[in-house]
């Protein structure tokens, strides 16, 4: 990639804050102005298929940055507000997660799911969504610095999205067990062309809504990216086998991954 600026915007948003409700608050104000400025420097961004703007303080906004799904401008701010507060953001973590969504990836959740009398269980197929980002171990839920994707989000093709998965890496297997079938599961941030995800067709209902799909198993280990956890999850996550569902409707946006807190 290449890299251009700082450049200056003609915007002056600590006078009132008012540019932060004018025409150029939207993400497409900031990047058309950014386009602008950086054109004296040789810039075009009809040349690259994905443009990071990087915008060290957003005070103008509520979140750390903004990507359409399948998109090609990524919003970056170095501060944002919380509750009224500027926050710093690590920009590399925030670039890596915006790049997923303009790669089609959407957010990693987790699920809440309840037994017929109401009470929170592990497992069922009655489920709501728990947190928007709840899965920490994947960059696009609630993963902190640089982390792998689940391996649903690596192998999804929803809505044209590249499949980073080899042929060999997944398997689909029945839902009802089969006498003395083993799988061994290699670890889903290595690079191998083993297998690395089990598929299980599933039904569940998720916020009043049916949905078709599969659970998707995976093994991880702290290596590489996933190097720089805690160390409490060495003492679980690592070492077992996680299990999400996804639903397969990609054109309802259900292909989103729920990690089970199983």
């Not at 989000?153 to 297997?173: D, F, S, Y």
Request: hydrophobic share 30%; with cysteine; charged share 10%.
């Amino acid at each position: 990639g290449d890299v251009f600026g700082w450049v200056t915007l003609p915007i002056d948003y600590l006078q009132g804050l008012g540019e932060c409700n004018g025409p150029n608050s939207s993400p497409n104000g900031w990047t058309n102005l950014g386009n602008q400025a950086a054109a004296a420097t040789g810039f075009n961004a009809a040349n690259y298929n994905k443009v990071i703007y990087v915008i060290p303080d957003g005070y103008c906004t509520t979140y750390g940055g903004y990507a359409d799904i399948g998109g090609s401008k990524i919003m970056l701010y170095g501060t944002h507000q919380v509750g009224g507060q500027p926050n710093t953001v690590s920009v590399p973590r925030n670039g890596a997660h915006e790049m997923g969504h303009a790669l089609r990836r959407l957010h990693a959740s987790t699920l809440r799911c309840t037994n017929s009398a109401g009470a929170e269980v592990q497992m069922s197929n009655n489920c709501t969504m728990a947190y928007e980002y709840g899965d920490p171990f994947d960059i696009m839920g609630y993963a902190d610095g640089h982390k792998h994707m689940n391996v649903f989000n690596k192998g999804t093709t929803a809505n044209g999205a590249e499949n980073w998965l080899a042929p060999g890496n997944t398997q689909t297997v029945s839902s009802t067990p089969v006498s003395g079938n083993t799988y061994t599961l290699l670890p889903a941030n290595q690079n191998t062309t083993g297998l690395k995800v089990i598929k299980i067709p599933k039904s569940l209902t998720v916020g009043g809504a049916g949905l078709t799909g599969h659970y998707y198993l995976e093994f991880r280990q702290p290596e590489g990216f996933d190097a720089s956890y805690p160390s409490q999850y060495n003492q679980g996550y690592f070492n077992g086998v996680s299990i999400r569902f996804a639903g397969d409707n990609f054109a309802s946006g259900s292909n989103k991954s729920y990690l089970i807190q199983a």
